[in-house]
């Protein structure tokens, strides 16, 4: 049910922004080769300058990969607001994107040395954290409630997915830790760095 503020800012022919970010831990080493999606995704997004059809065409990709992944889900968290100004929209996604930017080792580091023999004795994290953060117009009840439940965060990525094809995303970050292969994110820093989440 829309609370009064809601009703009245519709009467009033405010637009209404949903602005949310999701964490979704995968754990165990057969999870680290979605690191792969995730940089692929980074790389795209930078060489477009954050144009936002490639950034929402990354998103598609990411959503549809943590969905087939569903297997590896350890914990996950959700966080966000509705509020009736762009401005503002705009002001909480940087918000959560600056926070996201600061988590342990969620800097994308873009390498194009490309591989070598190196590369196959990297040690292999046994977690990955994926953070999403998007504004999206209207009403988004599926992200509006809590994730933490398997069933409820996999019709949120989903959902997610159709908003993109729906053309109502806003904004869209990816942030992931750790940000490439061979970096490990162990079971201390995922409590110091990432307190919010909740076991699946």
């Known amino acids: ?41 980074a790389s795209q997004a930078v060489a477009a300058e954050g144009d936002l059809t490639v950034l929402g065409e ?11 992944y569903q297997t590896f889900w350890q914990s996950a968290a959700n966080e966000g607001d509705v509020v009736w100004d762009e401005g503002e929209a705009g002001d909480y996604v940087n918000e959560l994107f600056t926070d996201s930017a ?23 994290s046994q977690n990955v954290i994926v953070m999403l953060t998007i504004a999206a117009e209207g009403d988004v009840p599926s992200l509006e409630t809590d994730l933490a439940d398997i069933k409820a965060l996999e019709t949120g990525l989903k959902d997610i997915i159709n908003l993109y094809y ?16 061979g970096d490990e994110l162990t079971s201390d820093q995922l409590l110091e760095f990432f307190p919010e989440l909740i076991p699946l």
């Open 58 to 68: 990354g998103l598609v990709e990411i959503c549809q990969g943590l969905l087939q």
């Open 1 to 41: 049910m829309a609370s009064l503020r809601d009703r009245f800012n519709q009467f009033s022919g405010k637009t209404r922004f949903v602005v949310c970010r999701v964490f979704v831990h995968l754990a165990g080493k057969e999870a680290a080769p979605f690191l792969g999606i995730l940089n692929r995704a």
């Open 166 to 181: 729906s053309d109502r995303l806003r904004a869209i970050q990816v942030h992931f830790s750790p940000s490439r292969l």
């Open 102 to 124: 600061q988590r342990y080792m969620s800097g994308v580091e873009l390498d194009d040395s490309g591989t070598d023999d190196a590369d196959l004795s990297l040690p292999v």
